[in-house]
């Protein structure tokens, strides 16, 4: 693992690369933890975090060089929250001013909740936001995989937190790392008293997780998760 240095930003927003594929920016304040995972001159962005320092994150990698000689890109929200899917238009706009295609992807779930622009789930109004309905071009459902230059990651549904929550599995044969999103985090899972969420289903997903080799977990929130098997069991111990 790399910790990049960028004079004139705090240590919290240095970028946090992992080999060999994937760059993860710690979400400032209510947003998400936005990934970027590239190959060749393909990229995919999972989460975008609330769109109010979107234009934090892309000065880091336009510093970084993150995105150079990128034609095309995926930008992928591991489920409906605000927190998660309020800088996709930003973000979309800002790649494509700079010549990228910009695609939207989301587990089927996801993508109507965002086509229909469904604030009862989305929660923009707990943010002081509005949310605007969007298109999602690519609509996934379970063990779909998607395709980022030669990787290829998969869906794996895994609602709870809420309906559509997903993660995706990326296994180079070098490193297995799974994005989860809210569905886990180091030591919790995500809260399932918001609209759509659903305990029973949240465990049932987590024992899908278990089922899983990983190296890294990466999540929507806090710090990555480095004991997967063990972290998924204590989790199971005190789960309902």
Not at 1 to 16: A, D, Q
Request: charge should be negative.
């Amino acid at each position: 693992m790399k910790i990049s240095s960028i004079e004139g930003f705090p240590r919290e927003l240095v970028p946090v690369e992992l080999p060999p594929h994937t760059v993860m920016l710690r979400g400032i304040a209510w947003d998400s933890n936005i990934y970027l995972v590239r190959d060749g001159d393909e990229a995919l962005i999972i989460d975008t975090g609330t769109g109010v320092n979107w234009h934090v994150y892309t000065k880091i990698w336009e510093r970084e060089g993150h995105l150079n000689g990128v034609k095309k890109a995926f930008i992928f929200n591991t489920h409906e929250h605000f927190d998660h899917v309020g800088g996709n238009r930003p973000l979309k706009g800002w790649l494509e001013r700079k010549g990228i295609e910009a695609l939207f992807a989301a587990h089927e779930t996801t993508a109507k909740t965002l086509e229909k622009g469904d604030d009862y789930v989305i929660l923009a109004y707990s943010y002081g936001r509005r949310f605007e309905p969007q298109k999602v071009e690519l609509k996934l459902k379970e063990g779909d995989k998607l395709r980022i230059g030669s990787l290829e990651l998969e869906l794996i549904h895994t609602p709870g937190h809420t309906t559509g929550s997903s993660c995706l599995y990326l296994d180079d044969g070098e490193t297995r790392i799974m994005f989860t999103g809210d569905t886990v985090f180091k030591g919790t899972v995500g809260r399932t008293d918001l609209p759509t969420g659903n305990g029973r289903e949240l465990r049932e997903s987590i024992e899908k997780l278990s089922d899983f080799e990983v190296d890294f977990g990466l999540p929507g929130h806090g710090r990555y998760i480095d004991n997967w098997k063990g972290n998924l069991t204590k989790i199971l111990g005190w789960l309902p």
